[in-house]
């Protein structure tokens, strides 16, 4: 079974801190929620694990399966199993859709994948995900919906295969429906016994996928490691009992702890 493990890091970007000391450790098999108020580090740690050129470590360290992350570029931390679904996915003009997926994946293959049997994977997974075929004939990501690039994100998750991914809110921009058919795929590689680390504002998508831990990141560390219960007591009363009954103050005092839910996307006050 397949460890990540996050040791003690510190990242910066643009010389100021953003990671204070992260500590965590997720299995192969384990589908954990990464909680916290917006601005604290959530979407930093995920971008510094997959090696984004922005960050920069000043201390720690991060292994999987003992291998040292932090020394080995992007496209080794990919083929090691690591996956990043990104928040915010690049348009790409004049990369097609489809050679960039086959190029991705016959990247991890000792012989490349065959032009019949990569469009019939390919077919397969569009099916899943209910998406048009076509979308696989355009350039990477141009012109599409925020929920079409969404859905492409979990497109290359699910011809890639990895042994944990990563998805950075993966679920905005998806109607319910959408998000349904995302959790569906979600679902069908835990029982294949892969890992995940997402994050999210919705409990709804937490609902649909059954995370096995929740962790809360404020201030840039991780604060609580706990069970599922942990999101949704979030959702219902907000921040403010991680205050009152672990003694962590959150560093940015505009935001109104106990206003701050999961569904009310961290920003803004809970309507309830």
Not at 10 to 32: C, P
Not at 51 to 70: A, M, Q, W
Not at 159 to 182: C, H, R
Request: include cysteine.
């Amino acid at each position: 079974m397949s460890t990540l493990k996050i040791i003690n890091l510190h990242a910066s970007v643009d010389g100021k801190e953003i990671l204070k000391g992260v500590n965590l450790e997720i299995h192969e098999g384990e589908t954990v929620a990464l909680l916290g108020p917006n601005g604290h580090g959530k979407s930093t740690l995920l971008s510094v694990i997959m090696g984004h050129p922005r960050y920069e470590v000043t201390e720690g360290s991060i292994y999987f399966d003992d291998k040292n992350v932090l020394e080995l570029p992007v496209d080794e931390r990919s083929k090691l199993g690591l996956f990043l679904g990104m928040q915010s996915p690049s348009e790409i003009p004049g990369v097609i859709n489809s050679d960039f997926l086959k190029a991705a994946v016959n990247a991890r293959r000792e012989k490349p994948i065959s032009t019949y049997n990569f469009y019939k994977v390919l077919d397969q997974a569009t099916k899943e995900l209910k998406m048009p075929f076509d979308l696989a004939t355009r350039s990477l990501n141009e012109g599409f919906s925020g929920g079409e690039k969404k859905r492409n994100e979990i497109l290359q998750m699910e011809l890639l295969k990895p042994k944990i991914a990563m998805l950075d809110e993966i679920d905005s921009g998806l109607d319910v429906d959408a998000m349904q058919v995302v959790a569906d795929v979600i679902n069908k590689e835990k029982d294949e016994g892969h890992g995940f680390l997402v994050i999210s504002h919705y409990a709804r998508l937490y609902d649909m996928i059954h995370p096995t831990r929740a962790v809360v990141m404020i201030n840039g560390r991780i604060v609580l490691d706990g069970g599922p219960e942990i999101f949704k007591r979030i959702d219902q009363t907000g921040y403010e009992f991680i205050k009152t009954e672990y003694g962590v103050n959150i560093e940015k005092d505009d935001i109104e702890m106990n206003k701050v839910s999961i569904g009310t996307c961290a920003v803004k006050e809970s309507i309830k």
